[in-house]
């Protein structure tokens, strides 16, 4: 098990390896997201019960809460391709730093957007500074920076490098983030309710929100593999496989 | 310019116009922090920027919300910490440029050196010659933003150490984009979510002095802010220079 | 089945408009998220193609 997978990561480090094996694993990632979501969606939407105290807007968590543990997730897979392009020298890490960007991005815009907008029936205002959309707004800025970053540098290799070394650096402080924020939270705030209180949810709240986490992983990486092929073939156009795959078209 | 097979080719990068034949990182600090000093203290104009910035800054605020005490003492602390931040970011932008056109940094990376000491030595005189001013100017502002007299002393402390933690992490942007030439804006998007927990602990002490409490444990946490940053940023900004410098 | 009927399930107990509002931004990004990408990845093939086929066609 160890050995295959050690033979996976290196396979996956040659572009035309990776390739090959990401086409196989497409349409796998593509029906078990569309699946997943839509199960969720109807459970979540259609079958769960009313949160009390919320009311119906409750429903929006079966999209903030997948989209806020993604938007954190991506950027420490991004902090790790970056460690493996900077220690391994592994190019093919940062194709993959590079599609995960846009992605977590989204993610993030997500999370903030929804969570505005749960915000307004269950705090009366479209903006809460509080200690989770705050953290999030500060993600949110981690990302752009990445992505600028890569948009302003040149060549291809110093982009590279040097995005891997701020997502690194930015993981670093991802936790010194959230632990001042929700201490200036804690401080400033007056008493109000938190967004997600959480009573023991029965299962048929809580199934749908796993239906959906597992979803948007899943199209988490659909997304991602098909701008990682797109930029591998880019990359490589001059070689002698990419021709080969090419002529046959 | 000769030089034995098993000494440090010092020639190369003259720290100081004897040789530095010491390869001890202490030594090669203290001769870095010699030559930075003698760089960075004959910019006058960068030295004048920051400070400037600052008061005009804390100026506009009176005159774009309200002169009244009532209005600006709940948030003198908060108006002085980001004037201050900004004005560092904005002292940190070209920290490396200048060395990057004349072709030293590139020599600097190459002499065998490790950089670590030699960026540190950098922020540091940077800090000195930047940032201690600005400490030393905000009681004076604070005065113009009616700062209730028990937060001074905790608004200067604060500075100081955020001040500190701010140069180092700052540099760490500043180095990724030194080949960038209008950098500006790209330099403070990638620094400022890291700055955000030194506002708040900053601004978090001034507040705690003024509702009376104590506020060690605020400035605990900056100062263990700038002791990390201490340690580890000079690797980064050694790290991020080498990046940079390798497009060129 | 929590509602009762279509009209209660949009009106989502007075916060439908709310609900719908984040489901709707939520799909067309994460639509646009896979969409894009393969729309991309199409196009990058044809174009290498097209170059390809160019470069041979020069080479004869």
Known sequence: MWNWLKTLYHRLGSPKWFYQITGKWLPWFAMSSLLLLGLGLVLGLAYAPMD??????????????????????????????????????????????????????????ISLVTGAIWGMPTWGTWWMWDARLTSMLILFFLYLGVMALREALSPQEVAAKACALLAIV?????????????????????????????????????????????????????????????EVLRREAKSGWVRELLKDK | MNQINNEK??????????????????????????????????????????????????????????????????????????????????????????????GSLEQLLVCGYSVAPLSLAKVLVHWLLSCVPL?????????????????????????????????????????????????????????????????????????????????????????????????????????????????? | MYFNSLSDFINMGGHGLYVWSSYALTLVLLLSSVLLPWLNLKRTRKQLSRQLAREAARTK
Request: charged share 10%; with cysteine; aromatic share 10%.
């Open chain 1, 52 to 109: 009390y105290q919320q009311g119906n807007s409750f429903r929006i968590m079966y999209i903030h809460v997948p989209a806020a543990f993604l938007a954190q997730s991506v950027y420490m897979m991004m902090a790790a391709a970056g460690v493996v392009l900077l220690v391994w020298k592994m190019k093919m890490a940062d194709v993959v730093a590079q599609a995960l960007a846009p992605i977590g991005a989204i993610m993030t815009f």
């Open chain 1, 170 to 230: 930015g993981v670093i402080n991802i936790p010194i983030i959230k632990y001042s924020v929700d201490w200036w939270y804690t401080l400033h705030q007056p008493a109000s309710i938190k967004l997600t209180e959480k009573p023991a949810m029965p299962a048929s709240m809580y199934l749908p929100l796993l239906f959906m986490v597992l979803g948007f992983y899943a199209l988490l990486g659909w997304s991602v593999l098909l701008r990682a092929r797109a």
């Open chain 2, 9 to 102: 080719p010092a020639a190369f990068c003259r720290l100081t116009p004897e040789a530095v034949n010491s390869s001890s990182l202490i030594g090669v600090f203290v001769a870095a922090l010699k030559r930075e000093w003698q760089l960075q203290v004959r910019r006058k104009g960068d030295l004048i920027n920051p400070l400037v910035f600052f008061a005009l800054v804390v100026v506009l605020f009176p005159l774009g919300v309200s002169p009244t005490a009532e209005i600006l003492a709940p948030v003198a602390p908060g108006v002085l910490w980001v004037a201050a931040l900004l004005a560092v970011l904005m002292s940190l932008d070209a920290l490396f440029r200048p060395d990057l056109q004349d």
């Open chain 2, 135 to 248: 400490v030393l100017l905000a009681p004076l502002l604070g005065i113009m933003l009616y700062l209730p007299w028990q937060a001074q002393g905790v608004l200067m402390l604060s500075l100081l150490l955020g001040s500190l933690a701010l140069s180092l992490v700052g540099a760490i942007g500043a180095a990724l984009t030194t080949g960038l030439g209008k950098s500006g804006v790209l330099m403070t998007l990638l620094v400022l979510p890291f700055y955000m927990p030194v506002l708040i602990f900053g601004t978090g002490a001034m507040q705690a002095a003024i509702n009376g409490h104590t506020a060690l444990a605020h400035l605990a946490l900056l100062a263990a802010l700038a002791l990390v940053a201490l340690a580890l940023s000079p690797w980064a900004i050694a790290a991020a220079l080498r990046i940079a410098v390798s497009g060129e």
